[in-house]
C-alpha cells in the first residue's frame, strides 16, 4: 500500500519557534527528515510576506506560506505548475483596517498599533531587532495593536470592528485587527492545489498550534498537533479530526510529535 502524501501547516511563534527567543534548533531533527522525504511545510503565520521570507531563507523552505493570520497565500514560482509567484489574498486590505482604527481612535478607542510605531519603538516593544521590525509593519491585510483601554471599551471596540466585517484577533504578543478570515482560508485555498496536483494519492494534512489564534486551522487539518505553551490549554481539541497534545513545550514538542508521524507513516 503505497504512503500518505503528507502535507505540514504549521504556526510559527511558540510552535516551530520558540516563543521568546525565536530559536527553531530544537525542531532541527524533524525538518531535516521531512526535507529529506519531499514533504513541504506550509508556514502559516501572524508574520508579515517579509518576515516569512526571510525565515523561510533560513529553513531552507521553498514551500507556499500563509501570511498575517490568513490575510494572503503566497505560492512561489513553478511550484504548482510553471509560473510566476501567485498571491491570493482573503478579506479587508490592510489599508481598509487602518482607515477603521482611524475612526475609532477618533471616537475615543485608545491603543498603539504598528502604523503608531517607529521601527526602534516596535524593537523595543516586541523583541525584534530594528530590521525585523521594518518587515513587520510592511503589512498587507492585518494590523497589530497594543490595547491602552479597559476591558469594558475593548468589548466596544470589537463590536465597532464587527459592524465593518472586522474582528479582533488574539496573537502571542498583540491583537490584531484584520477582516474576517483567518488561517484555515489559507489551508483550505492550498490544499485544494495540492489534492489537485496529486489526484489519485491519499493526501494527509497535519496542521501543528499552540494558542486560540490556530484553532480553525487545526480544525481543517486530518491531524491536529497542539503544540505546548503559555496558551495551548485554550485550544480546544478539534472533534472531527484526531488530536495530539505535545508533551514537550515549543519547537522541541513540535520536533517530537513530527518525528511520531513521520514514524508511523513510513517516513
Known sequence: ??????????????????????????????LAR?????????????????????LREKLGNTAPFIVENGAAVVIPANCFGPGPEQVQTFGASRDEVLALLKECRAEGFRFLSFADMSPAELAGRSGLSESEAELAKDRAGTEPLLWEGDEASLAGFRHRLS????????????????????????????LGKYRAQYPV?????????????????????????IVRGVQSQRVSLPSQSRAIRSIKIGPAGWNECVLNLLIEYGY
Open 1 to 30: 500500500m503505497p504512503k500518505p502524501r503528507l502535507i505540514l501547516f504549521s504556526d510559527l511563534d511558540g510552535t516551530l519557534l520558540d516563543h521568546d527567543s525565536y530559536d527553531w534548533s530544537p525542531a532541527k531533527p524533524a
Open 34 to 54: 521531512l526535507a529529506a522525504a519531499d514533504i513541504p511545510v506550509v508556514l502559516n503565520s501572524s508574520k508579515t510576506a517579509g518576515e516569512i521570507r526571510a
Open 163 to 190: 459592524e465593518h466585517n472586522c474582528r479582533l484577533v488574539q496573537g502571542g504578543r498583540f491583537l490584531h485587527a484584520m477582516g474576517t478570515f483567518d488561517k484555515a482560508d489559507g489551508v483550505r485555498f492550498l
Open 201 to 225: 494519492e491519499k493526501v494527509i494534512a497535519i496542521a501543528l498550534g499552540d494558542s486560540p489564534n490556530d484553532q480553525q486551522m487545526l480544525e481543517e487539518a486530518d491531524i491536529a498537533v
